[in-house]
């Protein structure tokens, strides 16, 4: 008897215990959650500064070369192709076809070739378009070509933070100062040029390694040397020659007077009366009076 109570005490605890612990779930090991994002990045990228626009509507200038320089191997300069580099660029064949025939981009070549600085300023198709009529460039002479071309050449390295250093006017590779004067201003973030007769602007920077720098201007830069020629000074008088007294009184030998009769009669340039067929006493005469007395007496 106590046998079978003791087996339905069992059985009922232990249906308890299992009614108990069917309701708990196995415990998940840590790595198996998922973690969760946060809502919110911890840190933002910073925004990219905005690069301003000019009022004109033209386009921003670029402070990114659009050609990368070449990595330099130690000592030795790997010669720049100034053409390669507006070819590959596009829209300036008008220069590169005006550096070629002047000859002027084997004196560019050669002087970075020799560790020297320079910046171009290279206008585009498009400026030499809306700069110059059609046929303008068929009128110059060879020599006008290249004073044209050098005076788009500055002969240091110029970057756009230097621009604002720089001192008016600014020398070029052209002649001088006087007949190819350029004025370089600054406002901001652009670079204005005038010549005297055009004024433009750079819109991009093409090439920028420390030597060489490359701009894109978007007019064709016409000097006053070749396009408003300056007049030449004329050249200082010569004294005036004073004439001598002496020799003018000299050099009057006889002059022409009018006797009381209306007849002429010469003289010398004392007044005494001369050789004159006409004249009232003459030299024969006297001579005469003076015979005609000595017989007498």
Not at 144 to 164: G, M
Not at 197 to 206: E, G, H, K, L, Q
């Amino acid at each position: 008897m106590v046998t079978k109570q003791f087996l339905i005490i069992s059985s009922i605890l232990i249906a308890l215990f299992c009614a108990s612990t069917s309701g708990l779930t196995p415990a998940q090991s840590p790595s198996q959650t998922p973690a969760q994002a946060p809502a919110k990045p911890l840190a933002q990228p910073p925004a990219k500064p905005k690069t301003p626009v000019a009022s004109s509507g033209q386009a921003p200038l670029s402070q990114e070369p659009i050609v990368e320089s070449p990595p330099h191997k130690g000592r030795s300069r790997i010669p720049t192709d100034v053409t390669g580099i507006l070819e590959k660029v596009g829209g300036f064949s008008v220069f590169i076809r005006l550096l070629k025939s002047t000859e002027v981009v084997t004196q560019v070549e050669n002087q970075l070739s020799a560790s020297n600085s320079l910046t171009i300023l290279a206008p585009t198709n498009d400026a030499f378009a809306s700069t110059l009529k059609p046929g303008t460039l068929n009128t110059l002479t060879n020599e006008q070509k290249v004073q044209l071309i050098q005076y788009h050449v500055l002969p240091t390295f110029i970057s756009l933070a230097n621009f604002q250093t720089l001192s008016n006017p600014v020398r070029t590779q052209a002649s001088n100062t006087y007949d190819y004067p350029m004025n370089i201003t600054t406002e901001g973030n652009w670079v204005n040029i005038s010549t005297g007769i055009v004024n433009a602007s750079i819109t991009a920077t093409v090439f920028s390694d420390n030597q060489l720098a490359i701009y894109r201007v978007d007019k064709v830069l016409l000097p006053l040397g070749v396009f408003a020629p300056r007049p030449k000074l004329p050249p200082a008088p010569a004294p005036a020659l004073v004439a001598n007294p002496k020799d003018s009184s000299s050099n009057s030998s006889l002059t022409t007077s009018t006797a009381s009769d209306g007849s002429a009669e010469e003289s010398n340039a004392s007044g005494a009366p001369g050789l004159s067929g006409t004249g009232t006493v003459s030299t024969f005469g006297l001579i005469a009076m003076v015979a005609a007395v000595l017989v007498l007496v």
